[in-house]
């Protein structure tokens, strides 16, 4: 069974410091990965995805398919990067999205 | 930039009563998807809807849940007996087509049951 695991639930940073979100991931087959986004009293939108290699916000994320992995990253912290961030797979034949459970990011000034 | 309508915001209701959380779609999205989110747990799929049948659906998704798309427009996920438990941010996504096609959430439907 797919499954997806960010084990960090709170990431703290001081402004203009690097960011790593992680996310670790458990497949069978070739995954397909997004990162959502959810900052303060706004819906959930798509952030990332895999297969685009783009950078948004300056944000980027690497699939690693040695480790497993799909760590969302910034090189410089900004304020309003505070958020909810999840990594999501789609899984199956309906593209219905598995969260994991989420990392809050604070951004410290 | 379309949106992905929800109504109410909020909906508060007595256990055992019905519910009728609503959605409007992106107009020319084809797939519709409803989640929920329970206060300091993760995201979770209830159940996916395609040409007016359910693709797929979670074990969450019993039989006090129906969806449907009454009109053409409006896709609602209907909770026939309330219980406590289903106290939760419903969210409503829709998707143009399959693939690696995006899926655009509504605001969410808070629901407090009494």
């Known amino acids: 069974a797919q499954r997806v695991t960010q084990p960090e639930k709170l990431l703290s940073v001081f402004k203009g410091a690097p960011v790593e979100l992680k996310c670790n991931y458990s497949y069978s087959g070739s995954p397909e990965l997004f990162w959502y986004v959810q900052y303060s009293r706004q819906r959930l939108q798509l952030l990332l995805r895999h297969i685009s290699r783009e950078s948004i916000k300056g944000f980027t994320a690497d699939l690693n398919k040695g480790e497993t992995s799909f760590h969302l990253k910034k090189p410089f912290a900004q304020e309003e990067d505070s958020a909810m961030y999840y990594c999501a797979p789609p899984k199956g034949d309906g593209n219905k999205l598995v969260f994991g459970a989420g990392t809050i990011l604070r951004v410290k000034s | 930039e379309p949106e992905v309508t929800q109504t109410p915001s909020h909906q508060v209701t007595q256990m055992g009563q019905e519910v009728i959380l609503r959605c409007v779609p992106i107009?020319?999205?084809?797939?519709f998807y409803w989640y929920r989110q329970i206060l300091g747990q993760k995201v979770e799929f209830l159940v996916s809807f395609y040409n007016n049948e359910i693709s797929e659906k979670s074990e969450i998704f019993d039989d006090q849940f129906s969806v449907e798309r009454p009109d053409g427009s409006n896709f609602t996920l209907k909770i026939r007996s309330t219980k406590l438990e289903d106290s939760a941010m419903y969210f409503c996504a829709t998707q143009r087509g399959l693939g690696l096609n995006i899926q655009y959430f509504g605001a969410g439907t808070r629901l407090s049951v009494l």
């Open positions: 107009s020319n999205h084809l797939y």
